[in-house]
Structure formats: structure tokens, C-alpha cells
């Protein structure tokens, strides 16, 4: 079993920023990935950005980049997602994923995840 905590979230002005953080514990050795998706009201479950957990390969959704960057630190157990340059339109719940499966589902498919937080809300104001 893997547990994560996601913290850092709240409200914040068009164009400012935020960082969150996703803190697993227990398995975390069998930890392949971890991403980041997040879900507006009335909308699916969208990827946001994932990280390998071994080789720190990352993956970025169009939609962010050159905003948004996720890392992670090994030491600590823990992943972050750097949000700078906020918009309205990235308002949503922020949740952080673990999969521990070797698999074939793309990394942006939730899928891939068996493992979720609770959830952290961003909302930026316009």
C-alpha cells in the first residue's frame, strides 16, 4: 500500500503561483511513477504532469507547459508541481497519483494510477 498527502493548495490571483506537494508513505519503493491530474466541477479527471520515480523522466500536458513543472525528491518521498503563471481556467482539485504496476496504459491515462491522494483545491481568481 502507498499513501500520499497532497498539500499546497489554495486561492490565488491570475498570474501568481503555487506549489504543491504530494508526501507518500509506506511502499514507496514500489513507486513507478507519480502524476498529477486534476478536476474542474462538472468536468473528467484530466492529466496534468507526471515524473518517474527512479529516473525522474517527466511528462507535461500541452495545456501547462512552460508553467507547470513537476519534480520529486527521493530522500523525502515527496513530489511537488510547480504552478507559476496561474489562470483562471487551471481551478480545479489537484490530485497526486502513484502506479506501482509496469504496464502498457499510457502515463496521462488514470489507469496507470492505483493509488490516489484526497485531493488539494487551487482556485486562481481573474
Known amino acids: 500500500q502507498v499513501q500520499l498527502v497532497e498539500s499546497g493548495g489554495g486561492l490565488v490571483q491570475a498570474g501568481g503561483s503555487l506549489r504543491l506537494s504530494c508526501a507518500a508513505s509506506?511502499?514507496?519503493?514500489?513507486?513507478?511513477?507519480m502524476g498529477w491530474f486534476r478536476q474542474a466541477p462538472g468536468k473528467e479527471r484530466e492529466f496534468v504532469a507526471t515524473i518517474t520515480w527512479s529516473g525522474g523522466r517527466t511528462n507535461t500536458d500541452d495545456s501547462v507547459k512552460g508553467r507547470f513543472t513537476i519534480s520529486r525528491d527521493n530522500a523525502k518521498n515527496t513530489g511537488y508541481l510547480q504552478m507559476n503563471n496561474l489562470k483562471p481556467e487551471d481551478t480545479a482539485v489537484y490530485y497526486c497519483?502513484?502506479?506501482?504496476?509496469?504496464?502498457?496504459?499510457?502515463?496521462?491515462?488514470?489507469?496507470?494510477?492505483?493509488?490516489w491522494g484526497q485531493g488539494t483545491q487551487v482556485t486562481v481568481s481573474s
Open positions: 509506506g511502499r514507496t519503493f514500489s513507486m513507478e511513477t
Open positions: 497519483a502513484a502506479g506501482t504496476q509496469l504496464t502498457l496504459v499510457p502515463v496521462t491515462d488514470t489507469r496507470r494510477y492505483n493509488y
